[in-house]
């Protein structure tokens, strides 16, 4: 099988190219602006890597649907501090270029596998969030954090029509605050410029102070990246046609945490790395409200949970990992 990923040095690519490079013999096309995260996989004969941006580079990435069996367009930004700071930049690289990937794939007639997220159900008050039965329910315009889920969702529906019109073949699937090794840089000392575990663990290194956003008591189930990409490699494989036509939330419902018990927790496993072990327990969490943290157009759901039925059943798929040791093997990874 030939895969091509858009986005193959992200978090999710990143992970997705070494498991399918150890455990799979297919073939691997990727594009990215970097390869950083890559390095141990480049002189693999399996892996073509382009260096290269998916707005500029559109004959690469047409020669490479025709060529290949499956496209993954992974590349979005997914960090809440920009869907707030520069809405249109979400915009045009969330929708504008993965729609014309996506029309591609319909052009061609390739099985197309998108990431569509948790965030499309927004503020949707189900205690569990089904794929086919909730509702998705974002705030009003100027609460600008909604244009990633807005984003993300009319996607969803564009590639469903597909499916339905053109008989396209897809999936798409929903990740649920994955966390793990490579999620986010954790250089450089910024605010609110990564995901919350990358965040906070910046925050021990450079400013001796995790933030909890309005006291840090909304909720979401954290999901390990390799429980993820198990479940995205069951999807790409699609025994027996399980995936085809399909939308999955892929999360671990059981380990439902506040943002606030996520530092606590990290905080914990911390003190046990030799590397972070003073600085860990010299920081302090204090709270501070959203409007200061992230501006005006922020808005937060307080939980967010996802029903698992559709992945266990025609993917055979249950995460394993909890979030001590997701945040114990992340911190491995980095010190
Ligand atoms: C994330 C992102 O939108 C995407 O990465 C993704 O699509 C999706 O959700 C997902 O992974 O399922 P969110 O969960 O709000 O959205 O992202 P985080 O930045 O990880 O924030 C989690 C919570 O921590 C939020 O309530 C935020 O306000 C809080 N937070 C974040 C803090 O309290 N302090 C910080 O310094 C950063």
Redesign the pocket.
């Known amino acids: 099988m030939k895969v091509l990923i858009l986005g193959v040095n992200g978090f999710i690519g990143s992970t997705l190219t070494e498991k399918a490079l150890k455990d799979t013999d297919w073939q691997l096309y990727g594009m990215d602006l970097r390869c950083d995260w890559l390095k141990d996989f480049l002189s693999n004969p399996r892996l073509t890597f382009q260096e290269g941006d998916i707005t500029i580079h559109k004959e690469w990435i047409e020669y490479h649907i025709k060529k290949c069996d499956v496209i993954l367009p992974l590349v979005a930004i997914?960090?809440?501090?920009t869907?707030v700071s520069d809405p249109l930049r979400v915009f045009d690289l969330d929708f504008a270029a993965n729609l014309e990937v996506i029309k591609l794939a319909a052009k061609h007639k390739k099985r197309i596998i998108f990431p569509s997220?948790?965030?499309v159900y927004g503020m949707c008050q189900d205690s569990e969030f089904k794929e086919e039965e909730s509702n998705l329910i974002v705030g009003p315009i100027n609460k600008q954090r909604w244009i990633?889920s807005c984003c993300?969702q009319l996607l969803d529906r564009v590639i469903y029509a597909y499916g339905i019109r053109d008989s396209l073949s897809y999936t798409l699937f929903r990740?649920?605050?994955?966390i793990g090794p490579r999620l986010d840089s954790i250089d450089k000392q910024k605010k609110?410029g990564?995901?919350?575990?990358s965040?906070?663990i910046s925050?021990i290194l450079y400013d001796g102070e995790?933030?909890?956003?309005?006291g840090?008591k909304?909720e979401?189930c954290f999901t390990y990246i390799d429980d993820g990409v198990c479940a995205l490699m069951k999807i790409i494989e699609n025994k027996d046609d399980c995936a085809k036509s399909r939308i999955f939330n892929i999360?671990n419902p059981h380990e439902r945490y506040s943002?606030a018990e996520?530092a606590e927790k990290l905080l914990e496993v911390a003190v046990t790395i030799p590397q972070l072990k003073d600085k860990a327990s010299r920081t302090k969490i204090i709270s501070v409200p959203?409007n200061d943290?992230?501006g005006g157009s922020?808005q937060?759901?307080n939980h967010?949970v996802p029903s698992i039925e559709n992945a266990k059943k025609y993917l055979n798929w249950q995460p394993t990992t909890g979030l001590t040791e997701a945040i114990k093997r992340t911190l491995e990874f980095y010190f």
């Not at 990564?194 to 575990?197: D, G, T, V, Y």
């Open positions: 997914a960090t809440p501090a869907y997220t948790s965030e990633y993300k990740p649920f605050n994955w609110g990564s995901r919350a575990l965040q906070f925050n995790i933030k909890l956003v309005d840090g909304q979401r999360g943002i996520l959203g943290y992230y922020y937060d759901t967010r």
